[in-house]
Every structure is written in structure tokens, then in C-alpha cells.
């Protein structure tokens, strides 16, 4: 069975300061590595995902496969990066989606 | 991106009584949608997986008789929660896969219910 593991439930920067947020996974095959983030009041809403190699909102994900890892990562925080963030994971051809249970960051002015 | 609603957003039910919560796809056709539920602080934990026509598939653990799941259309799936309970308090949040091409079947999710059962 597959798992997602996000070590933080709270992380505090200052904005400004480089900010990661760690995600492990576990699951045999070639998973696909999501990242959603939920902002206050908001519904969740896809941020990135590792096949896409992209940079959304200065942030960026890459998968390791060799440490099961895919931690998000942002340069220089803002402070509307403020919210809550959960890593998730798909495995193979079934669609469904295991979530981490989520860090929220709080980027303090 | 693609919109899915969900109705209500909040409800308030006695112990005892089924609530019904809608999740509709408002752009685009869902031949799959899930539903999660998401205690306080906590993360997104699967229901079941609804696919248009066909019975839902639940995870271990969720009482399909409890927790009834319709998926009669292409955009609108029901969750039913019959003889609700306070512990089936939380917050039902559902998504749609979009059938399209080239998007591997990116989800999109609804805003939420959250269900107080007094």
C-alpha cells in the first residue's frame, strides 16, 4: 500500500527566507507526486505535479527516487504563500489520490 | 480550470436523519468523481470512487450502507448519509476527474460541506 509522509504539520518563515516543505512517500512502482495547497476559506487546488517539472508561483518539486522524496520549495517566501499544503501521490492506473497530512506554512511579514 | 460546486455547503442535521450532498461538475464531463472526508486539521481520507453508471467503489473501512453514493450523470454524483450519527460530523469534500485529453486525469475539487449531526 502506498503512503505519504509530511514530517511538519507547522512551519513558520519569515518572508524572504527560502522555505521547504518535506514530503516522503512509499509505494513499489513509479508513483506520480503531487503538491495541492488549500488557502484560508478556499478549496484544495493542484499547485504542481512531479511529471510536469514546472515552476508554479516560484515553487518547484523534484521527485527522488532514490530518497522517496518530492519536498516542495520556494526561494524567497511571500507571505499569500500562506496556506496549507499537502503532498499526494497516485499510484499506477488507478486514479485515486493518498494524501499527506498536509504542513500548514505561515510566512510572517 | 475546471468548476465543481457542492450543495450544501454546510448543513445541520438531528441524529437520526439522512442528509443528502450534492457535487456537481459544472464545465466539463466527470466519469469519475471521489469523495473524501476531512476531520479537523487533518488530511483527506478516500471515501469511495464513483464512476457515472456503475456502483461506487468504497475503501476499507467506509460502510457502504451508510454512506450511500450515486453517480447517476456524468456531471452530478449524491452522497448520502443515512441514520446520521454526531460522529459523522466533518467535512464531505468531493472531486471530479476530468475526462479530457492529455490532462492524466487531474482532479478538481469542490469547496466542501461540513455536516454537524446534533
Known amino acids: 500500500a502506498q503512503r505519504v509522509t509530511q514530517p511538519e504539520k507547522l512551519l513558520s518563515v519569515f518572508k524572504g527566507a527560502p522555505v521547504e516543505l518535506k514530503c516522503n512517500y512509499s509505494?513499489?512502482?513509479?508513483?506520480?507526486l503531487f503538491w495541492y495547497v488549500q488557502y484560508s476559506r478556499q478549496r484544495l487546488q493542484l499547485l504542481l505535479r512531479?511529471?510536469s517539472r514546472e515552476s508554479i508561483k516560484g515553487f518547484t518539486a523534484d521527485l527522488n527516487k532514490g530518497e522517496t522524496s518530492f519536498h516542495l520549495k520556494k526561494p524567497f517566501a511571500q507571505e499569500e504563500d500562506s496556506a496549507m499544503y499537502y503532498c499526494?501521490?497516485?499510484?499506477?492506473?488507478?486514479?485515486?489520490?493518498?494524501f499527506g497530512k498536509g504542513t500548514l506554512l505561515t510566512v510572517n511579514p | 480550470g475546471a468548476v465543481v460546486s457542492q450543495h450544501p455547503s454546510w448543513v445541520i442535521c438531528k441524529s437520526g436523519t439522512s442528509v443528502k450532498i450534492e457535487c456537481r461538475s459544472l464545465?466539463?464531463?466527470?466519469?469519475?468523481m471521489f469523495w473524501y472526508r476531512q476531520f479537523p486539521k487533518q488530511s483527506l481520507m478516500l471515501m469511495a470512487t464513483?464512476?457515472?453508471?456503475?456502483?461506487?467503489?468504497?475503501e476499507q473501512g467506509v460502510e457502504k450502507d451508510k454512506f450511500l453514493i450515486n453517480h447517476a450523470s456524468l456531471t452530478l454524483s449524491t452522497l448520502t448519509v443515512t441514520s446520521a450519527h454526531p460522529e459523522d460530523s466533518s467535512f464531505y469534500i468531493c472531486?471530479?476527474?476530468?475526462?479530457?485529453?492529455?490532462?492524466?486525469?487531474?482532479?478538481?475539487f469542490g469547496p466542501g460541506t461540513r455536516l454537524t449531526v446534533t
Open positions: 499526494a501521490l497516485r499510484a499506477g492506473s488507478n486514479y485515486k489520490l493518498t
Open positions: 509505494y513499489s512502482g513509479s508513483p506520480e
Open positions: 512531479h511529471i
Open positions: 464545465d466539463f464531463q466527470a466519469t469519475t
Open positions: 464513483s464512476n457515472e453508471g456503475s456502483k461506487a467503489t468504497y
Open positions: 472531486s471530479s476527474s476530468n475526462v479530457g485529453q492529455g490532462n492524466s486525469y487531474e482532479q478538481y
